[in-house]
Structure formats: structure tokens, C-alpha cells
T-cell receptor, first 114, second 113 residues
Framework: DAEITQSPRHKITETGRQVTLACHQTWNHNNMFWYRQDLGHGLRLIHYSYGVQDTNKGEVSDGYSVSRSNTEDLPLTLESAASSQTSVYFC?????????????FGPGTRLTVL | QKEVEQNSGPLSVPEGAIASLNCTYSDRGSQSFFWYRQYSGKSPELIMFIYSNGDKEDGRFTAQLNKASQYVSLLIRDSQPSDSATYLCAVSPKAGTASKLTFGTGTRLQVTL
């Protein structure tokens, strides 16, 4: 079955380290998104992509980067991890931008920055 | 002022009752509105969307939209313990698109036996 996966599911790292979170979908969806979810803030958009080689900044993009070299993957990189980036990260994919196209969320990655 | 506001709850309703979840938004240009359900420790899943004023029904769920009041709600009829979850309201600025969603912080619903 087609799916969206994230790895790792849990990650503990130290301040200043570079961290990459993987997101892989097998639906051949054009659109992919990265969100972070924190208590009191809900889901906030970090970066998104509407296709290969397309990337866009979201609401909270500082300190994060993404690249889209193929349809299936949108890795999220924390250039120099900070304690403020401790959060649960969700990747989502969507077939296109049509209203009826649902965003399907991955299982999430819980990141702790010490 | 937050762009999308929800009461964090918990909203407690007895089994079989109607649960009413509310959401207000600040951008009057918002066009599309979504309700997601998120169980504890799990990822959000779409329940339904609405983009026209009025009511939209899907099984036990009814979404209501009032653009003049910048208000969207979700009614859950015959609430079941399995409905206990956090419900996220999300808003999109562009008509006909589900991209670039802005989420509220969610309302936690508890359905009691």
C-alpha cells in the first residue's frame, strides 16, 4: 500500500549539531509539507514544496532547510540544532492544490535537542 | 491575535450527546476550512472540509461556516468514546486549494461513558 513514512521516529541530539529528518511518500504526490507541533502553538508550517526542485518557506523556516530532488522525498535539515527546535515534526503530502485533495500526514518524528 | 483560535478544552460530553467544537479566524479573505482529528501521539487526519456558508454533513459530523462572523464549527452527533481526541481547525487563504494551511491549537474532546 502507498504510504508516507518518517525517520527516525525519535531523535535526541545536542545543541549545534546538524540533523536531518527524512520524509518519504509512495503516492507520487506533487506537494509535500513539513510542520512542527508544540503545545500552545498547534501545527506550524516550516517549509513546503509543490514539486521537484521547488521549495518555499513557511511560517517558521528560520534554522531549517529542505531540498526536493525527487517526487518521493522531502528531507528537513536543521543546520545547527537549538533547544527551541525540540518539537514533534510532521511531514505531509498532497496530490495537488485542489480543494478536495487531502493532506496526508506521516507518523511524526519526536526531536529532542539537549 | 492568533490567526485561528480554538478553545483548548477539554470539552467533556457524555456518550450519545452532541459535541460542538468552535473555531474563529482573523483573515477575512480565508476561503477554505478544514477539520482534522488527532488522537494522542498520532498524526492528524482530515475529517471534513467546507468552503461555502452554511452546513455540510458527513455521517455523524456536520461542519458549519459563517464567513460574515468568521466562524466555523464542527458538530459531532451521537458522540462515542472513540471520538475522544483533539480536533484541529485549519484555514486556507485561497479558494479551491488545500495548501498553505494555518492551524488552530486544537480543542481536546473527552466523551465520557
Amino acid at each position: 500500500d502507498a504510504e508516507i513514512t518518517q525517520s527516525p521516529r525519535h531523535k535526541i541530539t545536542e545543541t549545534g549539531r546538524q540533523v536531518t529528518l527524512a520524509c518519504h511518500q509512495t503516492w507520487n504526490h506533487n506537494n509535500m509539507f513539513w510542520y512542527r507541533q508544540d503545545l500552545g502553538h498547534g501545527l506550524r508550517l516550516i517549509h513546503y514544496s509543490y514539486g521537484v526542485q521547488d521549495t518555499n518557506k513557511g511560517e517558521v523556516s528560520d534554522g531549517y532547510s529542505v531540498s526536493r530532488s525527487n517526487t518521493e522525498d522531502l528531507p528537513l535539515t536543521l543546520e545547527s540544532a537549538a533547544s527551541s527546535q525540540t518539537s514533534v515534526y510532521f511531514c505531509a503530502s498532497q496530490p495537488s492544490r485542489e480543494l478536495t485533495d487531502t493532506q496526508y500526514f506521516g507518523p511524526g518524528t519526536r526531536l529532542t535537542v539537549l | 491575535q492568533k490567526e485561528v483560535e480554538q478553545n483548548s478544552g477539554p470539552l467533556s460530553v457524555p456518550e450519545g450527546a452532541i459535541a460542538s467544537l468552535n473555531c474563529t479566524y482573523s483573515d477575512r479573505g480565508s476561503q477554505s476550512f478544514f477539520w482534522y482529528r488527532q488522537y494522542s501521539g498520532k498524526s492528524p487526519e482530515l475529517i471534513m472540509f467546507i468552503y461555502s456558508n452554511g452546513d455540510k454533513e458527513d455521517g455523524r459530523f456536520t461542519a458549519q461556516l459563517n464567513k460574515a462572523s468568521q466562524y466555523v464549527s464542527l458538530l459531532i452527533r451521537d458522540s462515542q468514546p472513540s471520538d475522544s481526541a483533539t480536533y484541529l481547525c485549519a484555514v486556507s487563504p485561497k479558494a479551491g486549494t488545500a495548501s498553505k494551511l494555518t492551524f488552530g491549537t486544537g480543542t481536546r474532546l473527552q466523551v465520557t461513558l
